[in-house]
Structure formats: structure tokens, C-alpha cells
């Protein structure tokens, strides 16, 4: 509640100006210090953003005992206008105009509500940190630099947003990034022209230059331990303020395979990357498979109408359809309902709907199985952002098995696999190191190797200055 009084010596211009810039905002506080009634100065804050026992200790009692002798604290400097100093308001500090010479000073008294640091949601590992971003930028470069001690760890603040601004972090290393891939991450975030920057989306499409791709040219991380270790590679981190992720950049379609246990296990150079380019596979193609086996003959009459019983009500076409359907309302609405029934609604009702299809004659068995396996597989890729991808292509191949048979599906595995071949992510082959061939960087491709290896070796990304790509 903004109070103040007017006494033998009004606010200066300065106080005014700024009283007017916030209006008559009921959390804005204005707390008047006067002297045998005339005002010797004014401190602003916003009520619920501030600590008020450092407020009090730092800048209000100093203030009553000697308003002349000043402030003597660490968390302060002199704002030259009073845009940075409405700026320094909003973001949760006081700002003291002295009546007389109407300088104006900055004291961080900030006190953010935030979520505390906890487990990462979609990237748990039991043998990895028990830490996890937080929708505050500022803590999460802090947790990094624990991790990254040492004076190279850069970040550069870049804010967008005309409205309301948004702090946009770089993380990256120093002498280690590419500066090729660091200058082009800040061409395209200061190409963002918006009025407000809510959520990183706004950011990742910057950073994505082919909008028609379905395949994602960053990638999320919510663990400081994948994010640090992009970062020694040489990459480059993006924290947008309010959102509990950082942003690889590049990402390259072989990183969204790897596993951060890995990396902890001394088993880690007998991956799994192998069962997950398997699952990748199936999980595309096990519905189009489903379609083409309909239509061919290489199953015998007896194992034929086990897998597609004659007296089934609508064709396996409709069932792939239907199920496809299902499945994804189920788990759009197991995303939507109160938590403590999330069990409930994703077994329960799950159950009951496909034994009741199963019963009815409209799905057989066999055809529940095939859909529901492929669409669990789809959730090893979802916490890095490859799941969208997956389900778009499942349903592309199937349209091409209903429609065009095997030709049709081949014709279209072929042209998805020249597509990703022809992107870049920040101007870096998506596909690399298998395309363009990078013998150098074969090591932690197809399998992890020797764990010092991998830490003395130095990526390079780009050769050439001045590549144009997505």
C-alpha cells in the first residue's frame, strides 16, 4: 500500500517520476523518512518481493538514526536514471531517493518465493545428483557453479521482452565452447522480438531455424550433472527465467539415445543405446508393421486368424485407428486430473476401456499388444524431447501402410532418414559425426569408451565460419 506524506519539503522530481511510473499498484509501498516534518527521503518497494528484516536492519533504521550519513551495506549501488531504478523495483529491490540532491540508490533486499531444490522429475538416475533445476535462473547457474568450479564457467545475461523482461542465461566455458556455435546461440536470441518471454518455447523456436521439422533441434535437461557436461563439451546451456530446464545447444540426434547412467557406471561402455535405437524402430514402425501383416500372407491360416480373428466387428485398420486414439486421450486427461488420482485413472480406467473393447469384438488381443508396446516405448525418449517426434512419424507410417502398403512405408522411412541427414541444429550437422564422417567423434556414438578418454578429448562442432543451416 503506497503511503506517504507531504511536509514542509515536498518529493523530489525524481520520487515523483517514479510514483507515477508504478501508479497506485496496491502491493507498491512507499515509505517516507521525515524530519520535523519536511521529507528527507523515500524508499520503494514492492510489498511480498522483499525481505523485510533486511529492509529494516539495511535501509530503514540507518535511515531514521542519520538519513545524512547514508547507507553502508555491500548490496548496493547508485541508479544515474529513474528507469533503472523502476526496473531495480520490479525485481524485488528497494530504491532510496535522498529529497535534497535526489540521488538515488539500489539496495538488493530481493526475496523471491521459489520452489525448493529438489530431485529432478523426468531425469531421476540413482547413481547421479539428487538435484534438480528450479524455475529461478539464478539458482540454477548457482548449482552449476558448485559443480563447475572455476573462473572459465561464463554467463551472459541477454533480457527480451518489451512489456515485461525476461532474463535469457548463457552458460557455456570458456576457451572450451565453440565460439562459432556461442555466436550464433546470441544471434538468434537477440533476433526475438516479443512483447513477453512466459515460457522457453519463445526461445527453442529462435534457436530453431527449420520450423517445418518435426525433429527437435534442442534438447531439455532439468539435472545440473547432463547440463554441466554438455557444457565441458563445449555447448552451450540456455536458462530462461521461470522455466525448470536448461537448453542444449547444439543437440544432436545421437544425444537424444544417450543415457546419463552411462556415465556413472563402470558397465556404462556396454550401453544400452543399441536397445534404444531398437525401441526407436519399433516404436515408429510397430503399428504400420501391424497394418502390413494384415494385408500380407506370410503367416499361415491358423496363426492368421489367432492374430486377426475373422469375427472381429470393425477391420484392424479402424482397431490401430481407434486404439491410437484412446490411448492418447487417456494420457492427455492421466496429465489433467488431481494427482493423488493419477494411479487410479491411468490402471483403472485403462483396464476397464480396453478389456471392454477387447470383449466387444472391437480390437483383438493381438492388436492391443502391438499398440500398447509401442506407445510404453515411446516414454524412454519423452524427458528428452524426442516422444513428440515418435508419435508423429508412428501415425505418418501408419497412414502409409493403410493407404500405399509396404512401398509406402519404405518410400516414407527413406525420406525421413534424408531429412534428418540435411538438418542442423545451430548450424551443426544433425546427424554428426556419422554424417558428415567424424572418426574422432565415433567414441561415445555407437558405445561409451574409456571414461578418460572422453574427458581429455576436445569436440569441435563447426570448421568453418559463416555456415548457413537450420
Known sequence: MATFQLGVLSMHKNALEIQNALGNSSDIVI?????????????????GLINTERLEEHVISPLVHNVNAGLKTAKMVLSNTTNESIKAIIQGNAVVVYNVSGNMTIVDVAMWKERPVGEALTERNPQGLHVGFTEKAATNISILRGILKTPDFMVENIEKGTLTPTTI???????????????????????????????????????????????????QTEAPDIAASAILEGKVVVFVDNTPHGIICPSLFISFFQSPEEYYSSYGSYSKRFIKTLSYFLATHSSAAYVLLYKS???????????????????????????????????????????NLTTFFAFISTILITESLVK???????????????????????????????????????????????????????????????????????????????????????????????????????????????
Do not use: W
Not at 516479443?194 to 531455424?209: R, T
Open 169 to 219: 542465461s548463457l552458460a557455456y566455458m570458456r576457451n572450451i565452447v565453440d565460439n562459432e556455435v556461442l555466436h550464433e546461440v546470441k544471434k538468434r536470441i537477440n533476433n526475438i522480438h516479443v512483447k513477453y518471454v512466459l515460457q522457453a518455447a519463445i526461445v527453442e523456436g529462435a534457436l530453431k531455424k527449420n520450423k517445418m521439422t518435426i525433429f527437435p533441434m534442442t534438447s
Open 31 to 47: 515509505r517516507n523518512i521525515d524530519n520535523d516534518g519536511a521529507i528527507q527521503a523515500s524508499v520503494f518497494y514492492i510489498d
Open 297 to 339: 500372407d506370410v503367416f499361415s491360416k491358423k496363426i492368421y486368424k489367432l492374430f486377426y480373428p475373422k469375427d472381429m466387428l470393425v477391420s484392424p485398420f479402424i482397431s490401430v485407428i481407434l486404439l491410437t486414439v484412446l490411448l492418447k486421450i487417456l494420457t492427455d486427461g492421466m496429465f489433467r486430473v488431481n494427482q
Open 360 to 470: 466387444l469384438k472391437i480390437i483383438s488381443p493381438f492388436c492391443l499388444l502391438v499398440i500398447t508396446f509401442s506407445y510404453v516405448i515411446t516414454f524412454l525418449f519423452s524427458s528428452r524431447g524426442l516422444s513428440t517426434t515418435i508419435s508423429v512419424l508412428s501415425n505418418a507410417y501408419l497412414l502409409a501402410a493403410i493407404l500405399f502398403g509396404l512401398p509406402g512405408v519404405i518410400l516414407l522411412t527413406g525420406l525421413t532418414m534424408i531429412h534428418v541427414v540435411m538438418l542442423k541444429s545451430i548450424n551443426v550437422p544433425y546427424f554428426s559425426p556419422l554424417i558428415p564422417f567424424k572418426p574422432k567423434e565415433l567414441r561415445d556414438v555407437f558405445f561409451r569408451s574409456d571414461l578418460k578418454n572422453l574427458i581429455n578429448s576436445k569436440h569441435s562442432y563447426l570448421k568453418r565460419r559463416n555456415r548457413k543451416g537450420n
